[in-house]
């Protein structure tokens, strides 16, 4: 099992930009998060997909945010266009578990995000 | 609003010595806690968790306490080591919510 894997590690963009975050979760996991850390803020939840279909988008910042999962082993954040203020990094996750579940999530390593 | 809250940014701690991070939360309905470890460049890996019918849960060298009461978490790790140096992040759950709420995580420093 190669985890969840997203890609790519590291983007350095400039303002205006789109930016393509990508993420696999672990084939079987029915659920799918994507989670942003910031020093202020910690990890904070952006949106929840369950059986591909969003959840929840409610921690989405703004209309510039958009995320998608086109079938169970894809999905995808876009920032368009990117600003300064969305650098960060970026995580996605993936759980077993369905709505009311208490699974752990497991964690991708992460984009890291420079928009300057 | 956070709702889960790690008041401590940092903490450093000489090595084979106890290690101990503190959790507050706000919600008292959450029914399960975890902590996450995060290596740099890394994603968040999961610890040890505790379910809030109790108040203890202990895995080797780490040990989780949770006073419902009080609305405080607790991770203790000992004796420390300096491969623990790390962030750690405690994470609430609530039942019907789908999510886990962070806190904003405590970076671990382990003194060799």
């Known amino acids: 099992d190669a985890g969840v894997i997203q890609s790519p590690r590291h983007e350095v963009t400039e303002m205006g930009q789109e930016v393509t975050l990508r993420c696999k979760p672990i084939?079987?996991?029915?659920?799918l998060f994507w989670y942003r850390q910031t020093m202020m803020r910690g990890l904070e939840l952006l949106i929840y997909?369950?059986?591909?279909?969003?959840?929840?988008d409610s921690g989405m910042p703004e209309d510039r945010f958009s995320a998608k999962m086109p079938n169970a082993s894809f999905s995808t954040l876009k920032i368009q266009p990117s600003e300064p203020r969305d650098s960060a990094v970026y995580f996605c996750?993936?759980?077993?578990?369905?709505?009311?579940?208490?699974?752990?999530?497991?964690f991708g390593s992460g984009t890291r995000l420079t928009v300057v | 609003d956070q709702q889960v809250k790690q008041n401590s940014p940092s903490l450093s701690v000489q090595e084979g010595r106890i290690s101990i991070l503190n959790c507050d939360y706000t919600?008292?309905?959450?029914?399960?806690f975890l902590w996450y470890k995060k290596y740099p460049a890394e994603g968040p890996t999961f610890l040890i968790s505790?379910?809030?019918?109790?108040d203890k849960n202990e895995d080797g060298r780490f040990t989780v306490f949770l006073n419902k009461s009080a609305k405080h978490l607790s991770l203790h790790i000992v004796p420390s080591q300096p491969g623990d140096s790390a962030v750690y992040f405690c994470?609430?759950?609530?039942?019907?919510?789908?999510?886990?709420?962070f806190g904003t995580g405590t970076r671990l420093k382990v003194l060799a």
């Open positions: 997909f369950n059986n591909n279909v969003p959840i929840d």
């Open positions: 996750a993936s759980s077993p578990g369905g709505m009311d579940s208490n699974y752990g999530y497991t």
């Open positions: 505790i379910s809030s019918i109790k």
């Open positions: 994470a609430a759950y609530l039942s019907g919510t789908y999510k886990y709420i």
């Open positions: 919600n008292s309905m959450f029914d399960y």
């Open positions: 084939s079987g996991h029915n659920s």
